[in-house]
Structures are given as C-alpha cells and as structure tokens.
C-alpha cells in the first residue's frame, strides 16, 4: 500500500548536513496518501488546518489541507516534522506553492508548542518527491516533470 506520494522537505541550521537534528525541520506535502497519520502515534498533533492555492490539471482550487506536527522525532537528537495533508487524493498535473507552504507554517508549529522556526535563519537543505510504501505487493503507476523551477528573493 502507498503511503504517500509527497514532498519532503529539510530545513536545518546548518546548509551542509546529511541528516536532521534537533533543531531541524522536515516538512511533508503529502498530496495523495491512505496512511492513518496519526494512529499509533500519541504525539502526532493535529493544529488545524491551511488553505492552499493548488494547481490540479490546469486549475487552481483554493483546498484546505490538514496540518499535524510531530513535535520531535523518535530520538534525543530529533527533529521536528510538519505534515499538510491534501483534503483529497490529488492526481494528475498538480502545481504546489512551496514558498508559500513554508512563509505560512510557523503559527501552526507554535501550536504545537514549537517555537523555534524562524524562516530567515533556516537553510534549505532538500526537496524531494517520491513515495512511501509499507507493503512490497503493491504496484505503482506514477512519475512527474518538473516544469520549471526558480528562487524568489522574499
């Protein structure tokens, strides 16, 4: 079974880490996923929910994504995850405005009672697309273009 086709992103202290720490963040778009997200996990926290303008085939919805936050990972050294789940499985040509995710996730990380996140002084570090999977008997049809890519000065 899919987990969840996402994006997977680190922001950290530090541009040239191979690993998050405490301190770090890892931010996940999941724009189709059938993971329970929060079961078996008590500290997975719901902190409400974001409207996302959301390009899908061509058109923009104005969706409300759910967003949790774990506020630090399984270990002394972990870092903390925010996850923005799509209110529904998005297929086919979707467009998602990162920039925007990451300037807006803040207060939902207060929230929680992370208070840390400060935009201006966090390096990018990865964006990564790709799934997870937590059986081996499935099969997926997928794969993306990346149609353009850019940096704005904010």
């Not at 778009?29 to 303008?53: A, H």
């Not at 009672?113 to 059986?135: C, H, P």
Request: charged content about 10%.
């Amino acid at each position: 079974m899919i987990d969840d086709f996402s994006y997977d992103i680190w922001l950290s202290q530090n541009p040239n880490i191979t690993y998050l720490q405490y301190g770090d963040f890892e931010v996940m778009i999941w724009m189709n996923w059938q993971e329970n997200i929060t079961k078996g996990d008590p500290y997975m926290l719901s902190v409400g929910s974001i409207q996302i303008p959301t390009l899908i085939n061509g058109t923009v919805e104005n969706l409300t994504w759910s967003v949790y936050v774990l506020p630090r990972t399984g270990s002394a050294n972990g870092w903390t995850s925010i996850y923005f789940l799509s209110p529904k499985q998005l297929e086919g040509q979707i467009g998602m405005p990162i920039a925007y995710v990451l300037k807006n996730m803040g207060s939902y990380l207060e929230k929680a009672g992370v208070s840390i996140y400060n935009l201006n002084t966090y390096y990018l570090d990865a964006i990564q697309v790709g799934m997870e999977f937590n059986d081996t008997n499935g099969i997926a049809n997928l794969g993306y273009n990346l149609y353009s890519w850019y940096i704005e000065n904010a």
